[in-house]
T-cell receptor
Framework: GAGVSQSPRYKVAKRGQDVALRCDPI?????LFWYQQALGQGPEFLTY????????KSGLPSDRFFAERPEGSVSTLKIQRTQQEDSAVYLC????????????FGSGTRLTVV | EDKVVQSPLSLVVHEGDTVTLNCSYE??????LLWYKQEKKAPTFLFML????IEKKSGRLSSILDKKELFSILNITATQTGDSAIYLC???????????FGQGTRLTINP
């Protein structure tokens, strides 16, 4: 596609509910990243994929967070047993190669846990 | 621990003014620094800087990096209301793909 597409745009979850956020990167992009952006803060790194391999998951805040990219294209970020502190915008970004240029970000999913 | 500080956090100016946004960083094994503009949700890429002292320019925007003093500045001349946004800087270090973002500078341009 023309850009990085994320869905849903907005998600309201009850505390304790599981959620799944989807990212469609630009076709052919090797690298894919997930970031979490709390209100008034800059994005914080969650995890990084090179094709289907998850090479860095150091930013995932707890074992409730899980990401996958099984075929090296679409990625899903799953949050189990959501907590209020998980409320944030989740941004996905992709780039054609590894670390040689800026990423293209999607518009994000705003998650609100009530 | 890697640290990125942007200043000011918020800036309000009139259309036509020139602004300078600052980004200082403490990042081990620095590789490059990126600037992004965030208007609604998706940050959009502005510049990537890898070498000290070489200005990158795009229209009314320009940016420069000082690797010795560990900072970068983003200049916007003849500001327009469409420049209103949050400006984020993000260093990247060797051996890692992730960006470490600062808190951002919220710039508001009043007509």
């Amino acid at each position: 596609g023309a850009g990085v597409s994320q869905s849903p745009r907005y998600k309201v979850a009850k505390r304790g509910q599981d959620v799944a956020l989807r990212c469609d990167p630009i076709s052919g992009h090797v690298s894919l990243f997930w970031y979490q952006q709390a209100l008034g803060q800059g994005p914080e790194f969650l995890t990084y994929f090179q094709n289907e391999a998850q090479l860095d998951k150091s930013g995932l805040p707890s074992d409730r967070f899980f990401a996958e990219r099984p075929e090296g294209s679409v990625s899903t970020l799953k949050i189990q047993r959501t907590q209020q502190e998980d409320s944030a915008v989740y941004l996905c970004a992709s780039s054609p190669r590894t670390g040689l240029e800026g990423y293209t970000f999607g518009s994000g999913t705003r998650l609100t846990v009530v | 621990e890697d640290k990125v500080v942007q200043s000011p956090l918020s800036l309000v100016v009139h259309e036509g003014d020139t602004v300078t946004l600052n980004c200082s960083y403490e990042v081990t094994n620095f590789r490059s620094l990126l600037w992004y503009k965030q208007e609604k949700k998706a940050p959009t890429f502005l510049f990537m800087l890898t070498s000290s002292g070489i200005e990158k320019k795009s229209g009314r925007l320009s940016s420069i990096l000082d690797k010795k003093e560990l900072f970068s500045i983003l200049n916007i001349t003849a500001t327009q209301t469409g420049d209103s946004a949050i400006y984020l800087c993000a260093p990247r270090f060797q051996g890692a793909q992730k960006l470490v973002f600062g808190q951002g500078t919220r710039l508001t341009i009043n007509p």
